[in-house]
């Protein structure tokens, strides 16, 4: 990674704190109605050890939903994209099931496993965050050239060896594609447990004391620590990309 990679998104981030900063100002906004990020220190200062051991548990909460709907996706989606059967049957229910706001689920949800809160916010970041996956890899092995599959075939390989070589690799752009919306959709998830649940713990619930409390920085604090959480969790996807299908990335002509 360069050091242009690294500036170039971190002078978006202070320019976009800037703005924000100055629309406040423009306004005259008083911190109960939009808080400004000068009113995020003093609110981090206050509550850092909610922070950190709330911040904890909404992390790995995500990642053990996440590391689920990888599993599942992937081997659904491989059930799909190797049958065409299959991917007709099972394709009305998955874009059913995805058309279905999971906020309308939540509440079911946390009725449903009432005192089992962290089964409950992993179960929601895992059914919020499979399909893509799902569907990216049902793409990838349906889509790929028989041309291949025929002269590997022609030549004594296996169908697990045609797997391996040919349509494993042509599928990892379009599933990092896919983990890279399915991290943030994991986070949204989980905090959705988290406000809803009525034994939430995590920065859902953090974010649902300050809106009890009327303390508006204290929500601003927390959805800008889940957004950073969920930068770090997009560029670790990200890494992993560049070292699993670094190959299929291609440089811009201009």
Known sequence: MTLRNIMVPVLA?????????????ANGWPNYVMASPSDLPPAYARYWDLFIVMGWQTLWRTVVGLLLAIAFGVFLGMIMGFSRTMRDALYPLLVGFNAIPKATVVP????????????????????????PIAVSVSI?????????????????????????????PKTLPEFFGALKVAVTLAFIGTNLMEIVSPHGR?????????????????????????????????YVVVFLEKIFAGWAERSPSY
């Open 202 to 234: 995590g920065l859902g619930a953090l974010f649902d004391s300050g809106k009890t409390n009327s303390d508006y920085p204290l929500m601003f604090a927390v959805l800008i620590a889940l957004a950073l959480m969920g930068i770090v969790l997009y």
């Open 13 to 25: 981030i202070v320019v976009f704190g800037l703005l924000w900063e100055l629309l406040v100002w």
């Open 108 to 131: 079911i949800v946390a009725l449903l496993f009432v005192g089992d809160h962290n089964f409950n916010t992993i179960l929601i970041a895992f059914m919020i965050s499979f399909f």
């Open 140 to 168: 990838g092995l349906s889509t790929l050239e028989p041309e291949y599959r025929d002269i590997l075939a022609s030549l004594g390989a296996s169908k697990t060896k045609i797997f391996w070589k040919i349509a494993l």
